[in-house]
C-alpha cells in the first residue's frame, strides 16, 4: 500500500461540483488501496475576497489579525470535502493545520514551517480515514495560528510528503502541468513532461505561480518528487525532480512578475559606504532586494537604483527617508509600472548569446529594457508592466519551438 499526498488549489475546490470532482479522485485513488492525504486551499477567490473584507474594516489590521482571518478561507474547504468524501461512501476526517502538527514560526502572513508531526494524520489514517488537511497555516509557539504566505498550500503539501515519506506528491490545479510560459497567456507555451528542482525554483520565483517557490525549495530539500496535474482533465502531468532526460530546449521557461517596485536614490554622495548603508538596513529590516544598478559617479554625486516587491516598497522608502544619505538627494518609487520579464533554463550557462537573442526579440517587439539581471540560469528584464504580455510572447517565440 502506497501512501499518496494530492493537493487542491483554489479553483479546483471553487464551487460544489468541483469539491465532488474532488472527492472522486481522491476516493478513487484510496480505492486501489493507498492511504490519501489531502491538501486543500480555499475555495475560488476566498483568500482575496477576505483580505477585501479586512480592507473595509481595518487597511493597517495586525498580521496575527490578518493570519486568524485567512486561515478560515481553507477550514471552510476541508469540511466541505470532507463531507463530499462521505457522501460517496467513504470515511473521511478535516484536520486544520495545528491539528495535523504544522508548527511554524512567527513571522505571520509569511511563516515558515519548522516542523510538522504528522501523528494525528497518522492516527487518522489508521482507522481507514482519508484525511484532508487544510493547507497554508500551522500554529506558532505562542499557539497563535500563521499562515504561509500567498500560495502556501502547496509547501504545506510537500512537508506533509516530506514528514511522512510519502510515495507521491501530486499538485492538482487548474492546468495539466509546468509549460514554457503562462499557457493562459501564451498560445505556443509547451507543456513540459520534467523539469529540475533549480529550475522550477527559478521559475516559480520570477512568477510562474502554477508552484509555489517554498515548495519547490523544500521538495528539493527532502528529494520529495512532485507531480503537477490537472484536476479536469485526466492526462499525465509535469514531474518535478532533481535530475531530468537531457532536453535540447536552452531556455525552459518564460516568465512574468509584475509584482515589483523601482526605486531609485538620485544624487547620493559618490564616497564609499553608501551601498552598505542602504542595503545593509534594508536587509536589517528584512526588505528583500532583487535588481541593483549603481551609475558612474559623477561631480562627487552617483545615483542607486533598485527593484523590490510592491508590497515591501512603502516601507523600504520610509527606511532610505530615515537615513540621513546626503544633501540634496531625491528618492523616486515606481510601485505601478514596472514589471520583470524572465528567461530560466540550465543549459544556458554554457551558451553564449542567450541574452543578445532576449535583448533582440526585446526590440524587435520595440519594448525598451530599463534594468538587467543575470546568473547562471536566468536573465531578467524590468520593463514597462503594459507591455510585459506582449515581452513574455516575443521572448517565448524567440526561444522556443513550435515543436518541441
Ligand atoms: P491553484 O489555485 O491550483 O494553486 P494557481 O492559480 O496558484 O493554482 O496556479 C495555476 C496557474 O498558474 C495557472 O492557471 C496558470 O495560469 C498559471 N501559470 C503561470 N505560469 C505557468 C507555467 N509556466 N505553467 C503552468 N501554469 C502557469
Ligand atoms: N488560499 C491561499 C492563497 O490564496 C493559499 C493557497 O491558495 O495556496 O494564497
Ligand atoms: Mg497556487
Redesign the pocket.
Known sequence: MALIVQKF????VANAERVMNVARIVTETYAKGNDVVVVV?AQGDTTDDLIEKAKEINPSASKREMDMLLSAGEQISISLLAMAIEKLGFKACSLLGWQAGFSTNSVYGAARIKKVTAERIRLELSKKNIVVVAGFQGLNKYDDVTTLGR?G??TSAVAIAAAMHADRCQIY???DG??T????KVPGAVKLDEITYDEMLE?ATLG???LNNRSVEMAKKYNVVIEVLSSLTRVPGTLVKEAVKMEKMLVR?V?KDANVARISIIGVPNVPGIAYKIFGKLAAENINIDIILQSVGRDGKKDITFTTSRDNSEQAVKVLKGLELGENLSIECDDTNVAKVSVVGAGMETHPGVAAKMFEALFEADINIQMISTSEIKISVLIDAEHADDAVRAVHDAFIPDEK
Do not use: E, F
Open positions: 488549489g483554489g479553483s479546483s486551499s500560495g498550500s502547496d490545479t487548474d492546468v509546468v509549460y510560459a503562462d499557457p493562459r521559475l510562474a505561480q502554477v521557461g516568465t
